[in-house]
Nanobody, 123 residues
Framework: VQLAESGGGLVQAGGSLRLSCAAS????????MAWFRQAPGKEREFVAA????????RYKDSVRGRCTATRDNANNTLYLQMNSLQPEDPAVYYC?????????????????WGQGTQVTVSS
């Protein structure tokens, strides 16, 4: 499975971004898809994960209510809509996949990763 993120960029605090992750080379609908992020000097952390069938979704507590993960199984694409971006949100955002029906929140559980897309928030 190959994953390619897009949609990152520079946004003002309080603004919004929509990240996308295009998947290829596998049966997208049979994979749990997740978003992680890694800020400079910090470990990669879980943001959101979505099961093969919505609305089975989990979020990191600090993003719940501000971020929405969705997936389009017909077009093999994962999305992360981020609203009210905060100073703690800047990071490289990665999508990840695992062929499973169980949602995991640890990075070790995921087998496939994209290259990441940078999100920067200006104050």
């Amino acid at each position: 499975v190959q994953l390619a993120e897009s949609g990152g960029g520079l946004v003002q605090a309080g603004g919004s971004l929509r990240l996308s992750c295009a998947a290829s080379g596998g049966t997208f609908s049979r994979h749990v898809m997740a978003w992680f992020r890694q800020a400079p000097g910090k470990e990669r952390e879980f943001v959101a994960a979505i099961g093969s069938i919505s609305p089975n979704i989990r979020y990191k507590d600090s993003v719940r209510g501000r971020c929405t993960a969705t997936r389009d199984n017909a077009n093999n694409t994962l999305y992360l809509q981020m609203n009210s971006l905060q100073p703690e949100d800047p990071a490289v955002y990665y999508c990840a996949a695992r062929h499973t029906s169980t949602i995991y929140t640890t990075q070790d559980a995921y087998d496939y990763w994209g290259q990441g897309t940078q999100v920067t928030v200006s104050s």
